[in-house]
């Protein structure tokens, strides 16, 4: 979706809204998926200054924990702000998804914004023990192996770690 941002901050006397799905199911989000369309909602209201815009994202995001594997699904529902002044749109260092001719790429600032939303390990909760090295089972669901590893003999190479540590 395109918003001609550049118009907009020359003769726009009405705030603008608008509410759209952007479907990113098959985008590159490195690491979780997003199979449902965003939900989002643009809005852009002229100040003196410029504009302040405003996009809402609603997603969900499914992965799997990075400790223990398990699925999971987490829900994102967050606002981002920006005021904007037309010197902006020359800048090269602007960081709003812009074109040649000064339109703003809603669709991409959605991906964008979400992806900085989401954190780079995701975990079924905070306490996650994660997997058995042993046996490869959930250590959240009980596994006999961790006290049988105690109770092994210690590799004499590892001693004088055992030594540091005292």
């Not at 994660?130 to 590892?158: S, T, Y």
Request: hydrophobic share 40%.
């Amino acid at each position: 979706m395109q918003f001609d941002l550049r118009n907009f901050l020359q003769n726009a006397k009405t705030p603008y809204t608008a509410h759209f799905l952007a479907d990113l199911a098959d985008a590159d989000w490195g690491g979780f998926r997003v199979p449902d369309p965003l939900d989002c909602t643009f809005t852009a209201e002229p100040t003196q200054e410029g504009a302040s815009l405003a996009l809402h994202v609603a997603a969900t995001v499914h992965s799997e924990c990075a400790r223990c594997l398990a699925p999971i699904s987490q829900d994102y529902d967050f606002t981002r702000e920006y005021l904007v002044r037309l010197r902006d749109l020359d800048d090269i260092d602007f960081e709003l998804p812009l074109n040649e001719e000064g339109s703003l790429d809603i669709r991409e600032l959605a991906y964008q914004e979400l992806i900085f939303e989401v954190p780079r390990v995701l975990l079924c909760s905070p306490d996650c023990q994660g997997l058995c090295p042993i046996c490869g089972k959930r250590k959240a669901e009980g596994c006999a192996c961790q006290a049988a590893a105690d109770a092994a003999p210690v590799d004499a190479r590892l001693s004088i770690l055992k030594q540091l540590l005292s």
